[in-house]
DNA sequence: TTGAAAGCGCTAACAT
DNA sequence: ATGTTAGCGCTTTCAA
């Protein structure tokens, strides 16, 4: 492995002349600049990262803490990651990811301490999260995805879920929905004080009473079976719902299957729409979601650029920024059947005693739609 | 920050006896230790991990390198990740995600050749895989993930695929199922030479006609909507079909979307039998689909420790491992309706005149059953 | 059982 | 515009 020794001998100059070629730190007259580039281009020369690191003080290396749950990273931290990885390497920068959640906090420890990051972008924040501590005690500069609760003095990005979720409740009031229920997340992370779960939690409220309606939010766990429960509690409080907001995309698929066996078709029975989900996750559904895109992408870029900012000017300032998810209309959201009005439809009476039939019938129909 | 000095001046000590402490690469008495140990304490002390790995020319940072396309991180892969993580982190070693594809060679070039890794682990290895040759260039000692056409001097742990495809078409022999139908991944994927595409496709040619059964593959491309077209295209060609295998995951989905489209119910009409899949995402479809899960955990623990052993040792022994998935039968599979003779049934007959209605009875008569 | 000191490969003053 | 050199914080001979 050829050092910065070698080539410096090769091409007949100082080492120091060619690490300034290398960082560019002050000028150098284009025939050294060839001469050094020569002789790199010749000897496979690839600098030290860590010999680098140690000098310099900055190792380059930017840190991604990404929790990672039996469940898996979704399409959307999926486009994150990407988002995030291509802006690091347009700077120079290696960014690496690190499956550490609140539970690891030694590991975090460990990692932030010694000097291997020179920044840090953390997934999945808790409105109380123990690693902002862990990561400012070890003066590693950070950016938030999420938000903690009093996120002043941070840096974040995070999506604008008060935004996304008006755009969800007015494209389903402006279909004629009034009977709208809220599948959240469990209420263990809403009592944990997952931002996302509590933030969507009052927007939905909110948004609901605005259009003078009555929100109804039912918490789901991360698994099918308890979106098949909560759809059944839903049915219980709200006989009449047409439409469903979700946030939990486990729970979407039995949600999906409940109604399904209950005879119940999407989108006449019942509109459901998913908020933050890919559009892959959503055409994996019968008929395809009507989503709520997230801009997950454009996030992790901005990210990197914000803690980026951070790290080279030795924290520079605070940046909070905040995107709304984007509708995307598919196949599982449409007007519903009688707008307000069920019973005066005789049709749709007829259809509650024995929707199994019907709900075929009707299915043929629109069999090829999807 | 606290360094070694620090310590060493702290504890009335030498460098080298704290740095000895550290390592344990030679005999420290107890009292000096004890002293050190204090003195470390008392200043928070964290080795600078860029000074080490100068020094030591050794990391003690693993990669794995593991490509990220549009849909995300399956649970299979999750389970892989944190079984690689743990033993990573009980050995002393950092663990590192970087989303490197077959793509990505410059930057996997820069990431090997900047000695920042001790060795990497590489995940979704194509049959003819350049990393490896960038990696073995760079002199990074590596452990596959899959295996390469020719694995041999190469370590590797992979999923015994044969044992596999073979337990799944067992289980749906046993149950009585003749005319089986294996939906792999796309042709595309085949193509380029992807390993469990191709295993998987001869171990089924090989267990099917081991039961006197005629084989029929269809490609899927990893979309709900292909495995519709999959579906369809299945049932063209053998219109008999009673069992679904199926390798693709996204597919899946589709495939169920198309059944239940199509009237037909599952298990009755036809079975289905998931590969290489997670019980979360087995829970996600209605009925819970009877799958093979994949050994993720065991696997990335495995991994690591054949790639330890290889950095550790200066290039050990090589180690080549399979580890078959284990059958997990749900909701999806049972035994056929018609036993190996639809035509002599008229129900049966009729039933292919009018799928959609006789269907639709069936399943109301099965509700209650999911 | 411990200490002294020479690097590891690079950066960044300080010179010229 | 370029060269010289003192570290960065640690490991690891070589000595004692």
Known sequence: ??????????AQVSVSTVSYVLTGARPISQATRDKVLAAMAELDYQPNALARGLASRRSRILGLLLPMDERGIGATE??????????????????VLSPIGVGDLDELRRLASQRILDGALLMEVQLHDPRVDVLREAGVPTVLIGRTEDPSGLSYVDI?????????VDHLVGLGHRRIVYVNHSADTIAEGYGPALRT????????TEHGLTPLMIPAE??????????ASALRQEPDLTAVLAMNESAVFGLLGELSTR????????????????PQVAELATPALTAMTSPGSALGRIAVQTLLRHVESGDGEIHQELLPCVLEVRGSSG?????????TDPEAADERSSPGTEAARRRAATRRRA
Chains 1, 2 share one sequence.
């Open 335 to 343: 007007p519903p059947r009688t707008p307000a009005a069920s019973t």
């Open 78 to 95: 999926t486009a994150f990651v990407t988002g995030a990885t291509s802006a690091a390497v347009a700077a120079g920068y290696h960014l």
């Open 222 to 231: 991360d698994s099918a079976a308890s979106g098949r429960a909560a759809l």
């Open 1 to 10: 492995m050829a050092t910065m020794q070698d080539v410096a001998r090769r």
């Open 160 to 168: 604008d879920f008060d935004r996304t979720v008006r755009a969800a």
């Open 263 to 278: 005879g119940l078709t999407v989108p006449d029975d019942v509109s459901v729409v998913s908020m933050v989900t890919s």
């Open 201 to 208: 939690r009052d927007s939905f409220t909110a948004a609901m």
